[in-house]
């Protein structure tokens, strides 16, 4: 077995794992819908739709995953409710599919900036993402412009130490932008790969998160100019609708390029990936499975569906 399918085998047993309290919320009851129905009617269709919505896949996913089911039971002309889930797992990964997702920040002279509300993850994914990429073998910057929480600088401090990568920090207090200005003068001196830019997070207005934004960007503009941008908003699994109600705020008040979905170890509320790539159409990059520094994976929307449903994949 070659190196590089163990270590898909190990994400993908990973995910499997984290996944499984959603797991037990769609695939056991999906499952048990197929055993329990002898034929295929409106009660039938109603019934898995309900399990995805429970599921948080979202109410707009839901029937269009519904409508894709019958249209596709029709033209196959099933009649057996078990034949039924091939059909429904294509038309979640049908509905998910946002085009090929681009990683071309890993590869080209690079800026990410990271945005988010409070408490999601966005140093701890900062930090590992630093881990990847320096075992790329990339040269990495952090910019720790969460200036707002004291601890903040500290935190990404001890993730700097643990990814073995510069940091780039100010005062308390100081502007954001002043921090993401240094940040950029030393990217461009060390000749760093890939700068990347944890802030605080602040959605407590619009207008405020806009203009701050701007600024940000006036400023990377100015003294980065050549780098390759990158805006990812990280969400947080566990809150299920709410992550898609952040991710609209955030996509109205900058241009998101992709998203970062944390902490789906132990949550129940997984299947809000299938939600955001169905209703908003950007991409999430990654997941984050866990608090260590190998805890976060690159996104792949049918290797996910997979997992939810407990299905082994071939490799
Ligand atoms: N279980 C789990 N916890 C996570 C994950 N990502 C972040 N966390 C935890 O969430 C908390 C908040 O993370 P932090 O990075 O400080 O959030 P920030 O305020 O957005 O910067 C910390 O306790 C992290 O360890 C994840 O993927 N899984
Ligand atoms: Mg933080």
Partial sequence: MSEEIAEKRGFFRRLVKGLSKTRANIAAGIDAIFSGFSGIDEDFYEEIEEILIMGDLGISATGAIIENLKEQVKENKIKEPKECKELLLRSIKEQMNVGETAYRFEEERSVVLVIGVNGVGKTTSVGKLAGKLKDQGKKVVLAAADTFRAAAAEQLTEWAHRANVEIISGQDGADPASVIYDAAAAARARKADVLLCDTAGRLHNKKNLMEELKKINRILEKE????????????DGTTGQNALVQ??????????????????????????AVAIQSELGIPVKYIGVGESIDDLQK?????????????????
């Fill in 299 to 315: 996104f792949d929307a049918d290797t996910f569906v997979n997992a939810l449903f407990g299905i082994e994949e071939e490799e």
């Fill in 224 to 235: 980065y100019p050549d780098a390759f941008r990158e805006t990812l908003v990280v969400l």
């Fill in 247 to 272: 991710a609209r705020q955030f996509s109205e008040a900058a241009e998101i390029t992709g998203i970062i979905l944390t902490k789906l170890d132990g949550t129940a509320k997984g299947g809000i």
